[in-house]
């Protein structure tokens, strides 16, 4: 198998850039949860203190079912879309390693002391 540079250094500037863009979506997707929540929350504690007031024991409610539904489907992209992050910078981590590595083979092969190390 033969490594070439070039080929490392292009990868590494689009995981890069999939990350800057992935950080984005992560935001949009954290202030879409937290909205969610607050939102599903507001309108449990409505219902609730409704069915205190009402005396009733519960109550089915769609509306609450599906802000809970919404809610837990945003919690699960944002979770996904982090790990999805953790694995991009792993990449690079690899990426920058065997960048690394071949920088100090071909010091090593011309005969060049590596000092950039220490």
């Known amino acids: 198998m033969e490594i070439n540079i070039g080929v490392i250094i292009n990868k590494l500037e ?4 999939e990350l800057i863009i ?10 879409l949860k937290d909205k969610l929540e607050a939102i599903y929350s507001c ?3 409505k219902e609730l203190l409704q ?4 005396n009733t024991n519960t109550r089915d409610n769609e509306k609450i079912a599906q802000l809970r539904l919404n809610r837990d489907l945003a919690k699960i992209r944002y979770y996904l879309m982090k790990s999805y992050i953790e ?3 792993f990449e690079i981590e690899v990426l920058i390693s065997m960048l690394i590595w071949l920088t100090i083979n071909f010091s090593v092969l011309k005969g060049e002391e590596v000092t950039w190390l220490n």
Do not use: F, P, T
Not at 22 to 31: H, I, P, T, W
Not at 51 to 54: D, M, P
């Open 43 to 45: 309108e449990l504690r």
């Open 22 to 31: 992935r950080n984005a979506e992560l935001e949009k997707l954290e202030g």
């Open 51 to 54: 069915l205190a007031l009402n």
């Open 14 to 17: 689009y995981k890069v850039n």
């Open 87 to 89: 694995d991009i910078k």
